[in-house]
């Protein structure tokens, strides 16, 4: 029997996010897209790193190895790139510690 993945929708996403957001930061906000990770949300690199692995086990993404996880400034930005890579579902390669590494000494 072949199972058909269900698209992720942004709003899966971004209730998604208000609950690892919710278990990272212990403070219960309505995220929006519009809203900057570091500015408005106090995100710092350890909780960046926490929120991409969360978001990576529930979404079945890699968020960690892509260059355009890195760049992302807002929540909506984040949502995007979460629903691309789900759309593609690419396979989830092995870690990469050096990849990672970057992607928190690139984040404030």
């Known amino acids: 029997m072949t199972t ?12 998604a996010l208000d609950a690892v957001f919710l278990e990272i ?3 219960r906000r309505e995220l ?13 690199s350890l909780a960046a790193l926490e929120l991409l692995i969360a978001l990576e086990a529930r979404f079945s993404v890699n ?5 355009r996880a ?11 790139v979460i629903c691309r890579q789900a ?9 990469d510690a050096g990849k990672h590494a970057a ?4 984040l404030p």
Do not use: Y
Not at 32 to 44: F, K, N, S
Not at 63 to 67: H, I
Not at 87 to 95: C, D, F, Q, T
Not at 103 to 106: A, D, E, K, N, Q
């Open 32 to 44: 929006r897209p519009e809203d900057h990770l570091v500015q408005d949300l106090d995100i710092d």
């Open 63 to 67: 968020l960690l190895n892509d260059p």
């Open 70 to 80: 890195s760049t992302v400034a807002t929540v909506g930005e984040l949502v995007d």
């Open 87 to 95: 759309a593609s579902r690419k396979p989830v390669a092995p870690r």
């Open 25 to 27: 930061k212990r403070v």
């Open 4 to 15: 058909h993945a269900v698209p992720v929708t942004e709003a899966d996403v971004m209730s």
């Open 103 to 106: 992607i928190v000494r690139s």
